[in-house]
C-alpha cells in the first residue's frame, strides 16, 4: 500500500492540476470522448426530441377535433399518437447507450428531451463525479486519519505552540497531522506550479524578443544595401 504521505502528495497535486486545467475544458474533453465512444447518442437524443414534439402535435390536433362529429379522423389520429408514445416509451427506457454508464453516471441524461439537456446533464454528473473523486476523496482521508501521526518532528525542534499548530487538529503533539501536510502539498504545488508557468512565459518572451531582433537587423542590412546600390 502506498504511504500516506505520497497519497495526500498525489490528490493535492491532481486538484490542482484539474483547477488549473478547468472545469468546462475536462467536461468538454470527457464529452469528446463520450461521443467518440458512443455516436448513438446524437442520433437516440435527437430521435427521441422529434417523437415527443409530434406527440405534442398529435395531442394539440386531437383536442382540436370532436371525436364524435369527426370519429375517422380523430381515430386516425389517436393511432398516430399512440405509435408515437409507444417509440417514445421504447427509445427511453432502452436507449442506445451502454448500460453500465448510465447506471454510473448518467441515468437521468439518458432521457433528456434534447441534445444540449443531455449535455448539461452529462457535464453535472461529470463534476460531481470529480468532486467526489478529488475533494471528497481528500475530505475522508482527513476524517479517518486525524488523529494518526504521518510523521514526528524532533523533540524541542520547535516551541510547543508550533507543536500544536503542526499536530492541529487531532493528532499527537509533536507529529504533522495530515491536515497541516496537505495545506504544505498544496502551497508548494502552488509556489512550483507559478514558477513553472513563470519560467516559460519569460522563455517565450525573451524568444519573441529574440525574434523581434533578428527582423530589425535584417531589415536593416537590406535598406543598406539598396543605399550602396
Known sequence: MP???VVVLLFQLLIHLINTIGAPAINGLLWAIFRK????TDASVTSQTTLRAEIVRLNREMNNISSQDEFAKWAKLRREHDKAVTQYDEQAQCPKISVWILSLLFLSAAIASSLKEFKDTFDQGASAVRWVGTNGM???????????????MPRGWVP???????????APRGSVSIQIWGVAC??????????VVATWVLGQTRRQEGVKKVK???????REGKKEL
Open 160 to 170: 510547543w505552540y508550533i507543536e500544536w499548530l503542526l499536530a492541529f487538529p487531532r
Open 3 to 5: 504511504s500516506l504521505l
Open 216 to 222: 530589425v537587423s535584417s531589415g536593416d542590412g537590406s
Open 138 to 152: 481528500r475530505m475522508i482521508l482527513q476524517f479517518w486519519y486525524a488523529k494518526r501521526p504521518l510523521f514526528w
Open 186 to 195: 498544496g502551497t508548494v504545488i502552488q509556489l512550483v506550479g507559478a514558477a
Open 37 to 40: 465512444l458512443h455516436p448513438s
